[in-house]
């Protein structure tokens, strides 16, 4: 996954020169004579050599590198934040020979990554690399028999195979498989599982040795319900009452498993299951048997169609004349009075202004002042380059791409669409990868309505005037944003620049010293430069005047959601605590700055005050989901936060989509929920861009063009939705009654025909 470095093709090289000089003393040439008692040719271990070297070798197979380092003594074992190894990282990217090295170094086969709870063992079957998972069970891999049991849950008989082959197996491994094969009628899975018990211990027990009817029951954790059937042998968990029941693996005695989550049952003094243990990632939460109940009670997380009136309905910042001049316009905060259509047909032409081709790839918006819109792309000189994947894949991977790329602005007429310049950035092979739904152009422009700032990530921050004359560039240096657990996995920049009076604000949250900076914007020098100990972060930056007129910037983050000074960079107040993946951008409030983020197991949504200072922590989870107000925080939630989405806020409401298409209405000034709703149908499976406000309506962008609209208020009221006929990853911006979307291939502009048909 990794490009050749510099140290490793020296180190390359040295290689070479020592197999050519030891085939020279093969053949019987003399090699240069060594002072008496000198030490071993071999070359001195590479002091430079550490654990940031053994885990980039072992993710990119050089095994030379992984050698070099494991003779310059670096720890096998060595694990990043996330506990993390050389050999997670060799099962993960497929390096088998490389992660049979390191066990032959000693690496644990049992290290366990302290996020996931991922193992090389699962990492290896997860690839269909059998034959590390045979090396990995030889060398007592530890979660050998949940590993077998999975697999025959699975009916995976590669799997079922390589793990066999491994020698030492224990019997009573073997039999449990076997049992679980028969109760589950999976006969040639039994048949294989049978061959590999010794002929003594083929005949297996009738009846399941730890049936699981004792389990079945209604049981309750913190506030949340869930009920457990059996059924024909098995276990399913049931969560809500319209919930189709989901089978559970059994993997030992009183041991289950729930995709990446655990359970683990108690039994009282007569034998009778009483509780249970939820485990995922490490978090643990213990639900009790409530006996007096024989269903699921309505929880209050299904869909209602109850009317909910805020408490209270303030001001939200937007103004008629505000431009919408960077992304999601004024404040970030994606709000426009003015109304735009519900409903048009690109076929026919109805409700649409202009629709214009755009070359390139960009997740970028549309931004627009005085009657011209300012957009960005990355276009390659490989006219067969990929596209966007939409959809709920979960894939981490990143695209290798080699060709030059052209990084553009351009300038359109927004009444005609007709392109008034395009100008070249510059022109390069980008310095990273970028995933399958983003781009080599994700962050959106900026502007004051005299300079145009676009930021390209590791390509540069460059500013042009209105008419796209380059008035300066800088070089910020490699930004590297992509997976906190394994950093080989690179998917592109995305924190768009903030402007506002003189200064530009870049958020530069990547793997390796992340920073905040402030740009003069006449010359694009420095200002000042904060660093941030923080990971790889994709929330643009929002600088606004609090109540009592202190300018500051406000940034997301995993470790460090913070507030500075404008004038100076310094820091205000510091909240971590959340996602690993933080992508929305906070939305500022007349009450505070709401901040959210939606991975998994940490889902905040919080609204810290303006007032705030210092280091501060999340509401203790005792006080269950919603916390309510304190000096730091006006309400704080540990779950409901989107994943890659930025919630709007509207007279009073929070609006906030998952990746998955479900729709939570919030009251914004206490964080009590409004309803909830599924935005997914319609040909709309998932949503990435963020949802705007214009008029009475909200307008939720889905990957598949898709756009589904809600009129604002407590009651949930859909529309009818429309699309645009391509992929888009973009958040719509809104100006003078037109509605702009970027699809993949075309930008178009939605308004109404005729002014009479406005609602």
Known sequence: MFTVSRTSAMRMFLCLVAACLTGANALGQSAAPQPENSQSASPEPDPSLGPKELWQAASSGDMAGVQACLDAGVDVDAANPYGVTALL???DHSHTDVA???LAAGADPGTRDRFYSFTPLAWSLNRQQYDLSTALVEA?????????????????????SAILSAKSLPTETIRWAAIRAQLLEKPERLEQLIEALPEDERELPEEDPDPVPPYAGIFKGDAEFLQLIAKEGSLYLKPKPASKPIRLTHLASGEFEL????????????GMVSSFARTVRRKTVTFNRMPELESLPESTDVDTEDSWT???????????????????????????????????????GENVAWKVPVKGLANSCPIVWDGRVYLTTAVSENEEADGFQTGLSGSVDSIEEDDPWSFRVLCLDLETGEVIWNEEATRAVPAVKRHAKSSHANPTPVTDGNSIIASFGSEGVYCFDLKGRLQWKRDLGLMDSGWFYDRSYQWGYASSPCLIDDRVILQCDIQDQSFLIALDLKTGETLWRTDRDEIPTWGTPVAYNTPDGKSVVVVSGTKA???????????????GGFSE?????????????????????????TVVRHEARGKLELPDPSQGDLAGSDDAFVWSRRSGGPYMSTPVVHQGLAYVIDTGGILTCYDATNGERVYKKRLRGGGASSFTGS??????????????????????????????????????????????????IRGESHLFALKYDDAAEKP
């Open 310 to 348: 805020p408490s209270d309905t303030p001001d939200d910042f937007v103004f008629d004349d505000m431009p919408w001049s960077g992304f999601r316009g004024h404040l970030s905060r994606g709000i426009s009075n003015t109304a735009v259509p519900t409903s048009w047909d690109i076929e026919t």
């Open 581 to 605: 993946i933080v992508a929305p951008t906070p939305q500022v409030l007349p009450w505070g700055v709401l901040l959210s983020a939606g991975y998994p197991p940490v889902k905040p949504l």
């Open 691 to 740: 949802p705007v406000v214009a008029g009475e309506y909200v307008y939720f962008p889905s990957e598949q063009g898709v756009i589904q609209i809600v009129r604002c208020g407590s009651t949930f009221e859909k529309q009818d939705p429309s699309e645009i006929g391509e992929a888009t990853l973009a958040t719509p911006a809104i100006a003078d009654g037109y509605l702009l």
């Open 89 to 91: 990282l060799a099962a």
């Open 140 to 160: 007592g891999a530890p979660d050998t028999s949940q590993a077998l049991t999975r697999s025959v849950y699975r009916d995976n008989e590669k799997a079922i």
């Open 259 to 270: 995709g990446l989550g655990k359970l683990r049952f108690e039994r009282d003094d007569d």
């Open 561 to 575: 959601n913070a507030a500075y000074d404008l004038e100076t960079g310094k820091l205000i107040w510091e909240l």
């Open 100 to 102: 049979k090295r390191l």
